[in-house]
């Protein structure tokens, strides 16, 4: 079992829909919980992080947790043609190690 | 604030050569981080580094890979003898801290293959 595990897709999403991506993690002691967005040829770059069970909003994107299931979430509200890329969900299991996930390529078609 | 500076931004080499890669992280960062990423994949931390001392190593591949960082700065990434599953980008990253929270900011990559 894969410590971090994504749907690797493509996930193809109409633009102005809601895209929603899924993480699942097996350490139940993990921490903190983060989504990374990567565009092709680009390096990851982080869009939020979650600690506390439940949502997170900022912007169009909102993160929610479920530590009870192992279960993290980010949904793209409105999605845009820009929000095409690859998105990362990261685990980190103390002192700041970041486990990643595979990655879900989304695609936002206009 | 500049970011994380990393070069080369490509290389090539055969297997069984040598090749290093160099690392500037962010002023002020204490916390650097090399990555492996293979096409396809997640990025694989190899090495974490907190100001000149190996915080967690425990997937860098000892036999081949080594890496340093010296005055607890910049820091370089070595491969001897590479090998043809070495090729993916390696990534850099730092952070303020290694405290949970601190946003690890990632350099632009080195693309390497081995031929």
């Known amino acids: 079992q894969k410590e971090v595990e994504q749907n690797s897709g493509p996930l193809s999403v109409p633009e102005g829909a809601i895209a929603s991506l899924n993480c699942t993690y097996s350490?139940?002691?993990?921490?903190?919980f983060f989504w990374y967005r990567q565009y092709s040829g680009k390096s990851p770059e982080l869009i939020m992080f979650?600690?506390?069970?439940g949502d997170k909003e900022d912007g169009r994107f909102t993160a929610q947790l479920n530590k009870a299931s192992q279960y993290v979430s980010l949904l793209i509200r409105d999605s845009q043609p820009s929000d095409s890329a690859t998105y990362l969900c990261?685990?980190?299991?103390?002192?700041?190690?970041?486990?990643f996930g595979q990655g879900t390529r989304l695609t936002i078609n206009p | 604030e500049a970011g994380v500076a990393q070069s080369p931004r490509y290389k090539i080499i055969e297997k069984r050569q040598s090749v290093a890669f160099w690392c500037n992280p962010i002023?002020?960062?204490?916390?650097l981080y090399w990555y492996q990423q293979i096409l396809g994949q997640g990025p694989k931390l190899l090495i974490q580094?907190?100001?000149?001392?190996?915080?967690?190593d425990s997937q860098l591949p000892k036999d081949r890979f080594s890496a340093e960082r010296l005055k607890g700065v910049d820091s370089t990434l070595k491969i001897q003898p590479a090998k043809l599953e070495d090729s993916a980008v390696y990534l850099c990253?730092?952070?303020?801290?290694?405290?949970?929270?601190?946003?690890?900011?990632f350099g632009p990559g080195t693309r390497l293959t081995v031929l």
């Open positions: 990253a730092s952070s303020l801290s290694g405290r949970a929270g601190n946003e690890q900011f």
């Open positions: 979650i600690y506390s069970n």
């Open positions: 990261a685990v980190s299991q103390g002192a700041q190690k970041l486990v």
């Open positions: 002023s002020g960062h204490a916390t």
């Open positions: 580094f907190q100001n000149n001392g190996v915080v967690d």
């Open positions: 350490d139940r002691g993990s921490q903190s």
